[in-house]
């Protein structure tokens, strides 16, 4: 392999009344320039970056540099993610995320995002997600007068039959390993 040097001295300044924008450049030997809304732009997974603006996700493939999902996503309670984890992130293909309309019953659901610019919506009852990890990720589904309840749902936002549901723990008992392993707390 070789490397390519780019001159980037010559280029034109671009403005715009809608908003300060801000160009990523990707480092190849020939640069691919993205136009984004804000400056606050999370790293790429699984070729898909988020960009945050006003309070509000959309998601961008770094491949095409179009605009998978608008800006109608909110970051949602993420089961057992370290805080500077939680932006939202593609992995397996997917991304959950907590859309910004509320639904008929006014609560803001949690829907799957997938690569291929589909959506999924998920039970209501979810109020937790975390990032997936080996296909599955685990979700905290809380109903009216009911003690919570955490399991693991695969890609598709199918219950994932063979793991325990663990109900009404508060000590984070479920955690993802790495190469398709999990761990659990069963103590009471």
């Known amino acids: 392999t070789s490397l390519t040097t780019v001159d980037h001295t010559e280029?034109?300044?671009?403005?715009?009344?809608?908003?300060?924008?801000?160009?990523?450049?990707?480092?190849?030997?020939?640069?691919?320039?993205?136009?984004?809304?804000?400056?606050?732009?999370?790293?790429?997974?699984?070729?898909?970056?988020?960009?945050?603006?006003d309070n509000?996700?959309?998601?961008?493939?770094?491949?095409?540099?179009k605009k998978l999902f608008d800006g109608e996503w909110e970051r949602c309670p993420t089961y057992s993610i370290k805080h500077e984890d939680?932006?939202?992130i593609f992995s397996d293909g997917v991304c959950g995320v907590l859309s910004a309309t509320r639904d008929e019953n006014g609560d803001k659901v949690i829907h799957l995002l997938y690569a291929n610019g589909t959506t999924k919506k998920l039970d209501p009852s979810y109020k937790e997600i975390s990032h997936f990890k080996d296909?599955?990720?685990?979700?905290?589904r809380k109903k009216l007068g009911e003690r919570d309840k955490y399991f693991?749902?695969?890609?598709k936002g199918e219950v994932q039959q063979g793991y325990p549901v663990i109900t009404g723990s508060k000590d984070r008992s479920m955690r993802p390993l790495n190469d398709n392993r999990r761990v659990f707390f069963s103590g009471a």
């Open 11 to 53: 280029q034109a300044q671009v403005e715009s009344d809608e908003f300060d924008p801000i160009y990523m450049r990707f480092m190849q030997a020939n640069p691919t320039y993205i136009k984004v809304p804000s400056k606050i732009i999370s790293e790429a997974h699984d070729g898909i970056f988020s960009v945050l603006y």
């Open 56 to 65: 509000k996700y959309s998601f961008w493939s770094v491949k095409t540099g």
């Open 86 to 88: 939680r932006e939202p």
């Open 135 to 140: 296909g599955l990720a685990i979700v905290k």
């Open 152 to 155: 693991y749902i695969n890609t």
